[in-house]
C-alpha cells in the first residue's frame, strides 16, 4: 500500500514536470495569477539583467513603468531600477560594481560628476546604436556639451534644472489695462480741445450750446467700449516685461501695487543657483563642456561690473541673506507678495498645486531672465542629469541600447509625471510656461566637471554674500580667482590686479536712482509710491 502510494506520487510529479517542459518547449510563458509592476526574471529561459541605479525618488513610478513598457518588448533582457541614497553616490556605484554580484549597469548622475566618474573608470563612451540619428537631431549643444568630457560623449542628456524669471500676470494685466484706459482719457480730452479750439462750441440754436451727448456714455463706458481688448492688453504686458535689471527698477518706481503687494523684485539671494546670471557670462570655468582645466577666467572686468550692479541692488531691494529661501520666496509669490522672481522648475507644478488646491488666486507667466542692464548680459547656470553606461557592466551594450531608449525616445511624458523638463528637443508641453526655461537651458552655463573645482559654487555663493553685503567686488572676485587656480595647478597663484573705476549708481542704472524714494529703501520703493 505504501509502495503504491510512493509510486503515484513519483508518476504525479514526472506528469507535472512532463507539463512544464512542454509549455516551456512551446514557447510559452508562465504567467503569475495577477499582474503587478513588479519586475521579476521569467520562470524558465534566460534574460540578462540590467541595474539602473538613480537617486532622485521622485523618478521611481515613472522609470519602474518605462522598465516595464521595456521588458515587455525585449526576450533576452529586463531592466530593474535601483533607488539609492545620493550621499557618497559614486562611492557606493564604484563598490557595487567591484564587490557585488548585481553591477550597477547604467546610472542617472548630474554632468558635474562625470570627469569623476570616467577616471574612476564608471563612465564609458556611448555608442550610438545603428539606425538611430545624431546626437544633434535629439538635443542642444548645452545638453551634448553637458553630457561631453576631453571630446569625449559619456552620457546621454536626460533631463535639467535651470532657473527662470516668474511674474504675476494678473498684477501686469490690471495695470496694463488701467494704463491703457488712462491713455485713452487723455487721447479723447485732446481731441474734444483740439475740436472745440477749432470748431467752437456746438449750439442748437444761435448762442445756445449743445450738451456734449457723448460725455455721459463715455463716463459710464466700461474698458471694452473704450477700446481696450484683451490683445492690446497681451501686447501692453509683453512691453513691460523687463528686459533689464534697469527696466525692472524702472517699473518698480511707477508701479502703484496692490495693497497685499510687499516687493516688486525678490528672489533667494543666498542661492547661488538664483544668483548667477549676474555674472554666468562673463566667468568661464572649464569651458563650454566644463572640462578645460586651461580654460578658467573668473576675474574680469566685465564680472567685476556685473558683481557691482548687483551689490548695488541691495539698497533698492532689502533682501537678508540670513533669513532668505527659496521655499519662502515662492511661497510669498504664491500668495500674492511679489510681482516678479527668479525660480526653478519645481516652481511650475508647485503653482500648478496651489491653482487646483484655490490658494493660488492669479494667472502667472515665465520669461527669459532679464539681463543685468543694456551692456551686460546675462546668462543662468545649469545642471544636467545624464544616463551613463557604467565601465565595469558586462552587458555595455544592452545598457546604451536601453540609455536610449529611456532618454531619446521614452521622454514625452517625463515632465507630466515627474515635473523634469527632458532635454530631448521636440517635446510639446501643456503648459507653456515650460518653453521660458528651455530657452534659457539652451543659453545656460554648465556646471563643470572638474574634480580640482568641486568646491567652485560654495566658494562663488560665499562671494556673493559678502559682496551683496558690502564687500568689494573687486577684492572677492579677484580672491576667489587665485584660490580656484591654485586648486588647478598645484601652486600659489596670484592674478594681476585690474583697475576698474567705480561707477556712479546713476551711470549703472540711469536715472532710475533719482526717481526711487529718497531713502532707496527697497521695501518701499519696491512697492507703493506715496
Same mark, same amino acid.
Given at each position: ?9 513519483v508518476?504525479l510529479i514526472?506528469?507535472?514536470? =512532463?507539463?512544464?517542459y512542454?509549455?516551456? @518547449?512551446a ?6 495569477a495577477?499582474?503587478?509592476?513588479e ?10 539583467? #540590467?541595474?539602473?541605479w538613480?537617486?532622485?525618488e +521622485?523618478?521611481?513610478?515613472y ?10 518588448g525585449?526576450?533576452d ?6 533607488y539609492?541614497s545620493g550621499a557618497?553616490?559614486?562611492?557606493t556605484?564604484n563598490q557595487? @560594481?567591484l564587490? &557585488?554580484e548585481?553591477?550597477?549597469d $547604467? ?9 569623476? *566618474?570616467?577616471l574612476? =573608470? ?9 539606425g ?7 538635443? +542642444?549643444e548645452?545638453?551634448?556639451h553637458?553630457?561631453?568630457?576631453h571630446d569625449?560623449?559619456i552620457?546621454?542628456?536626460?533631463y535639467?534644472e535651470t &532657473?527662470?524669471?516668474?511674474? %504675476? ?5 490690471d495695470?496694463?489695462?488701467a494704463?491703457?484706459? *488712462? ?5 479723447a480730452?485732446?481731441?474734444a480741445?483740439?475740436? #472745440?479750439?477749432? %470748431? ?10 449743445t450738451?456734449?451727448k457723448?460725455?455721459?456714455d463715455?463716463?459710464? *463706458?466700461?474698458p ?14 509683453e512691453?513691460? $516685461?523687463?528686459e ?8 518698480a518706481d ?13 528672489w533667494?539671494? &543666498?542661492d547661488?543657483?538664483?544668483?548667477y546670471?549676474?555674472? =554666468?557670462n562673463y566667468i ?20 567685476i ?7 548695488? #541692488?541691495?539698497?533698492?531691494f &532689502?533682501?537678508?541673506t540670513e ?8 511661497q ?9 522672481t527668479?525660480?526653478?522648475?519645481d516652481a ?19 520669461s527669459l ?7 551686460l548680459?546675462?546668462?543662468?547656470? @545649469?545642471?544636467?542629469?545624464?544616463v551613463?553606461?557604467n565601465?565595469? !557592466? ?6 546604451n541600447?536601453?540609455a ?7 521622454v ?6 515627474t515635473?523634469?523638463i ?8 501643456e %503648459? ?6 528651455i ?16 568646491n ?21 572676485l579677484k580672491?576667489? !580667482?587665485?584660490?580656484?587656480m591654485?586648486?588647478?595647478q598645484?601652486?600659489a597663484? +596670484? ?5 576698474v573705476?567705480?561707477? @556712479?549708481p546713476?551711470?549703472? %542704472?540711469?536715472e532710475?536712482?533719482g ?6 529703501d =527697497?521695501?518701499? *520703493? ?5
Amino acid at each position: 500500500m505504501i509502495l503504491r502510494r510512493r509510486f503515484l506520487t513519483v508518476l504525479l510529479i514526472a506528469c507535472m514536470v =512532463g507539463a512544464l517542459y512542454a509549455i516551456s @518547449s512551446a514557447g510559452l510563458s508562465v504567467q503569475p495569477a495577477e499582474e503587478t509592476e513588479e519586475i521579476e526574471a521569467p520562470l524558465f529561459g534566460h534574460r540578462e539583467t #540590467l541595474y539602473l541605479w538613480y537617486t532622485d525618488e +521622485t523618478l521611481t513610478d515613472y522609470l519602474n513603468s518605462v522598465a516595464v513598457s521595456y521588458n515587455d518588448g525585449q526576450e533576452d533582457v529586463q531592466v530593474i531600477p535601483v533607488y539609492t541614497s545620493g550621499a557618497e553616490y559614486l562611492e557606493t556605484i564604484n563598490q557595487a @560594481s567591484l564587490h &557585488s554580484e548585481e553591477v550597477p549597469d $547604467l546610472y542617472i548622475v548630474g554632468n558635474d560628476s562625470l570627469e569623476k *566618474a570616467y577616471l574612476a =573608470g564608471l563612465a564609458s563612451e556611448i555608442r550610438i546604436p545603428e539606425g538611430v540619428p545624431p546626437m544633434q537631431d535629439f538635443y +542642444t549643444e548645452t545638453s551634448i556639451h553637458a553630457a561631453t568630457y576631453h571630446d569625449k560623449q559619456i552620457g546621454y542628456p536626460f533631463y535639467f534644472e535651470t &532657473s527662470s524669471f516668474l511674474y %504675476n500676470k494678473t498684477y501686469l494685466e490690471d495695470w496694463a489695462r488701467a494704463q491703457i484706459e *488712462a491713455e485713452l482719457d487723455v487721447a479723447a480730452a485732446e481731441a474734444a480741445e483740439a475740436e #472745440l479750439a477749432q %470748431n467752437g462750441p456746438e449750439t442748437d440754436e444761435p448762442g445756445e450750446e449743445t450738451t456734449d451727448k457723448a460725455s455721459g456714455d463715455e463716463a459710464e *463706458a466700461g474698458p471694452e467700449e473704450n477700446g481696450i481688448d484683451e490683445a492690446a492688453v497681451a501686447a501692453r504686458v509683453e512691453e513691460t $516685461l523687463p528686459e533689464t535689471i534697469d527696466d525692472i527698477l524702472a517699473f518698480a518706481d511707477v508701479y502703484d501695487a496692490p495693497e497685499q503687494v510687499e516687493a516688486i523684485f525678490k528672489w533667494d539671494v &543666498s542661492d547661488i543657483f538664483y544668483n548667477y546670471f549676474f555674472v =554666468g557670462n562673463y566667468i568661464d570655468v572649464g569651458g563650454s563642456a566644463g572640462d578645460r582645466d586651461d580654460s578658467i577666467n573668473i576675474y574680469n572686468e566685465d564680472a567685476i561690473r556685473c558683481m557691482r550692479v548687483y551689490q548695488h #541692488l541691495n539698497q533698492f531691494f &532689502s533682501i537678508d541673506t540670513e533669513e532668505i529661501s527659496y521655499g519662502d520666496v515662492l511661497q510669498d509669490f504664491i500668495d500674492g507678495k511679489i510681482v516678479y522672481t527668479v525660480v526653478t522648475t519645481d516652481a511650475l507644478a508647485k503653482i500648478e498645486e496651489a491653482k487646483k488646491n484655490g490658494e493660488f488666486q492669479y494667472e502667472y507667466g515665465t520669461s527669459l531672465i532679464p539681463n543685468v542692464n543694456e551692456e551686460l548680459v546675462s546668462k543662468s547656470l @545649469s545642471v544636467t542629469q545624464c544616463v551613463v553606461v557604467n565601465g565595469y !557592466s558586462e552587458h555595455k551594450d544592452m545598457a546604451n541600447d536601453f540609455a536610449v531608449y529611456l532618454s531619446c525616445y521614452n521622454v514625452d511624458n517625463l515632465y507630466d509625471r515627474t515635473g523634469k523638463i527632458p532635454a530631448r528637443t521636440g517635446i510639446t508641453f501643456e %503648459n507653456p510656461n515650460v518653453e521660458a526655461f528651455i530657452a534659457e537651458y539652451g543659453k545656460s552655463a554648465p556646471n563643470p566637471k572638474m574634480i580640482e573645482t568641486s568646491n567652485y559654487w560654495v566658494e562663488m555663493e560665499i562671494a556673493f554674500a559678502r559682496i551683496w553685503e558690502g564687500n568689494d567686488a573687486n577684492a572677492e572676485l579677484k580672491a576667489l !580667482s587665485e584660490k580656484i587656480m591654485t586648486q588647478i595647478q598645484g601652486e600659489a597663484y +596670484t592674478e594681476e590686479y585690474i583697475d576698474v573705476p567705480e561707477e @556712479s549708481p546713476e551711470e549703472e %542704472n540711469g536715472e532710475v536712482e533719482g526717481e526711487m524714494d529718497g531713502d532707496g529703501d =527697497g521695501s518701499e *520703493a519696491g512697492t507703493e509710491n506715496e
